[in-house]
């Protein structure tokens, strides 16, 4: 009975995740004010955002990449993400190209 209790309690004090921030949050997740944030982004050296209504936000998976990268202007990190995700396609290519040939 003292386990069951247990995995209930850990079950409901799981938090799920943001997957978006608006600018107050990345604000806050950055260390800057969201007058900077609202800044950098009118001048392209934020990860485009995406508009959700009347609302900005920032997929926070794209955030912690473009952290990772550096921190490029978005013109370079548009780029970026386009020559990764030829790439990742033309590997995928190979590969079931490769499965077709090893199958007959």
């Known amino acids: 009975m003292i386990e ?11 938090r ?4 978006v921030a608006d ?3 990345l604000a806050r997740l950055l260390g800057c004010g969201v007058r900077s944030i609202r800044t950098w982004d009118y001048a392209g050296k934020l990860p485009r ?6 609302r900005t936000l920032w997929v926070l998976s794209e955030i ?15 780029t970026l993400k386009a020559e990764a995700a030829l790439q990742k396609e033309m590997k ?3 590969r079931r190209s490769l499965r077709g040939l090893c199958s007959k």
Do not use: F, M, Y
């Not at 799920?16 to 997957?19: A, K, N």
């Not at 912690?64 to 548009?78: C, I, N, S, V």
């Open 4 to 14: 069951a209790q247990s995995i209930r309690t850990s079950k409901c004090k799981r």
């Open 16 to 19: 799920l995740r943001p997957l």
């Open 23 to 25: 600018a107050e949050r």
């Open 49 to 54: 955002p995406v508009k959700l209504g009347n």
């Open 64 to 78: 912690h990449r473009w952290l990772t990268a550096g921190a490029p202007d978005r013109e370079t990190w548009e």
């Open 92 to 94: 995928g290519g190979r």
